[in-house]
């Protein structure tokens, strides 16, 4: 089987940094992804990894060490606005890709 | 990125009635989509694999004759709940990806069923 673990939530003041960790153990292991969703809506892709190391895209950032089936989403400068789960995403490809997702990490960002 | 619509956006049927609900890829040819559940402040479950012109791959635990997949185009995916109970009520969401990297979302379809 599969799983992914990331903490539940996490509560940070504008203007901060946070990071958000995500261990997983998968077989046919493809990479690594993040999504952002707030509440009522689709998720949004933010990022993906199937490399290890660093990927920035402006105030977001994300990491992946596959010897370590570990990944990390780093959020800079953080607005108001990014209140809103984050979920780590494993694809693997078992004669097929597949998307499995982890059960979401809440962020509060406290003016 | 990719265009992912859904339709319809909500709907409320009652018991023991059927519902479909429509995946359009509209800019680019999806040969595979997913569908997913999501119940209030919890994950996506992915429930099957929508595999063009061929029978679609169901997660175990998800019941096939339950919620039937069509996906008789490049840019359609249908799923149909059947018999629809009130703990069928969710919001289903379709994905259509490319090599595995990014998922494309369409926008969801809140199902309640009284």
């Known amino acids: ?111 | 990125g990719a265009v992912v619509s859904q339709h319809p956006s909500w709907v409320i049927c009652k018991s023991g009635t059927s519902v479909k609900i429509e995946c359009r890829s509209l800019d680019f040819q999806a040969t595979t989509m997913f569908w997913y559940r999501q119940f209030p402040k919890q994950s996506l479950m992915l429930m099957a694999t929508s595999n063009e012109g061929s029978k679609a791959t169901y997660e175990q635990g998800v019941e096939k004759d339950k919620f039937l997949i069509n996906h008789a185009s490049l840019t359609l995916s249908t799923l149909t709940v059947t018999s629809a109970h009130p703990e069928d009520s969710s919001f289903y969401i379709c994905s259509s990806s490319g090599a595995g990297e990014e998922q494309y979302f369409g926008p969801g379809t809140r199902l309640t069923v009284t």
């Not at chain 1, 990022?47 to 959020?75: K, V």
Request: hydrophobic share 35%; aromatic share 14%.
């Open chain 1, 1 to 111: 089987g599969q799983s992914l673990e990331q903490p539940s939530e996490v509560t940070a003041v504008e203007g901060a940094i946070v990071q958000i960790n995500c261990t997983y153990q998968t077989s046919g292991f493809y990479g690594l992804s993040w999504y952002q969703q707030h509440d009522g809506g689709a998720p949004t892709f933010l990022s993906y990894n199937a490399l290890d190391g660093l990927e920035e895209t402006g105030r977001f950032s994300s990491f992946l060490s596959r010897s370590d089936s570990y990944g990390y989403l780093l959020l800079q400068e953080l607005q108001m606005k990014d209140s809103a789960s984050y979920f780590c995403a494993v694809t693997r490809n078992t004669g097929g890709f597949k998307t499995i997702f982890g059960a979401g990490t809440r962020l509060f960002v406290k003016a």
